[in-house]
């Protein structure tokens, strides 16, 4: 009986862990989703500048076109080179910019992953090690009748439905990190 106890003791920090490694790695996936969305944002804003670049870029020289026939070209059509580099050389380094958030963003997936099946791995022991004395325990019981069948069944059940609830969260979380890694794949082939 004393076993049992301690087996269920062990169960119960064992629940108490996995709820806690579940819930620290939705804020880690939430803080990463977040981030994207901030990317995401970045984009668009840097969309936007290109665009707004190059239209005032063909208004400058749509209107200095006459001005230019009328001076000399090479020394208006450098200045004109040099306005398009200076806004090129602006626009390398937002892209600079947002390709260093998306390598940051990518190496934080990459980690938050790795933690992920590390931590999975080891809960996965630990439950499984605890539904093997589980098992040796309530044959223990089952052989020296020392509690009652029904007592024993119950306490089993009950036993077995918190492992099979608990294997099918961390299940999921798996599952969930091999969509964050495939996103992280993506993610570098698009980088490359």
Partial sequence: MENLSTICSNFSE????????????????????DQ??????????????IEKTFQEIETNISTNQ??????VSG??????????????IELINQMQ?????????????????KEFIKSSQQIMADYKSTEKQLQLVLKANQRANTISPNYANAQLQQS????????????????QQKIFSEISKSLDNLLQ
């Fill in 14 to 33: 064992q629940t108490l862990r996995l709820e806690d490694f579940i819930t620290q790695n939705q804020a880690k996936i939430n803080n990463l989703n």
């Fill in 36 to 49: 994207f969305k901030k990317y995401q944002q970045d984009l668009l804003q840097f969309k936007n500048n």
């Fill in 66 to 71: 006459n001005f230019l026939s009328k001076l």
């Fill in 75 to 88: 020394a208006n059509t450098k200045l004109v080179q040099e306005q398009i580099n200076q806004r090129q």
């Fill in 97 to 113: 910019k947002i390709n260093d958030t998306v390598s940051h963003i990518s190496q934080e997936i990459d980690k938050v992953g």
């Fill in 160 to 175: 077995i439905q918190q492992a099979i609830e608990a294997l099918n969260t961390a299940r999921q979380g798996i599952q």
